[in-house]
């Protein structure tokens, strides 16, 4: 999400790697500050080296290699970074550079990108080995995000009138009922529930269960 080009995705992955761990050998020590000396070859102007730009691209090339590289989001891709060539690149980086290359996104979504969708489609087995897909139930989500919370509770009282609801559901069971299983919307709901129940629960105890369900 925000990468506009495949040379910005290849500085991205080359500047976020992981340290080598202290054992390292020192080919790899080498190629650890070579990924700072990169940034540097790209902003300071050599006299002595032509080309800054190409050397730096080349050592950000050598770097590349026996990584686990994890790309997020695949479905808010900048329009202006190429399906193509993105699958090209990460194609290029498993088969070329030994990388075990990870995909994260949302199927559905993904499937309805104007171009993503049917780049995916038309390439999917020759790029993905393999998949795993997660979904979750409703409840599921749920319990994940209210873990063993007052809030999950059922409501006991018995007010019916003007300001009390006829409906006796649980927050998980209106969560339940509305298919929600989206962790954001979940959390969200359960900071702005901690946020008025202290004041709504001490000064209207009887309106706070209906209050809760309304949220």
Known sequence: FGVSSIAELRRMIVARRAPFPKSATLKKKILSRATNATTLLRYVDLGFVKNTALLAEAI???????????????ERKEPTLSEHALLGFLTSLRDEKNCKVVLLFNDEVAAKKEGLGPTLSEYREKVIDSEVSLRPTPAECFDLVFVKSIDAEAPTEKNVGMFFAVDNRSIREIFVDA???NIRMLRRTQDVLRFFEAELKRSYPLLWPSFRRQI
């Open 60 to 74: 950000e090339d050598s770097v590349l290699r026996d990584l686990v590289v994890c790309v997020d989001d695949l």
């Open 179 to 181: 298919k929600v299983a």
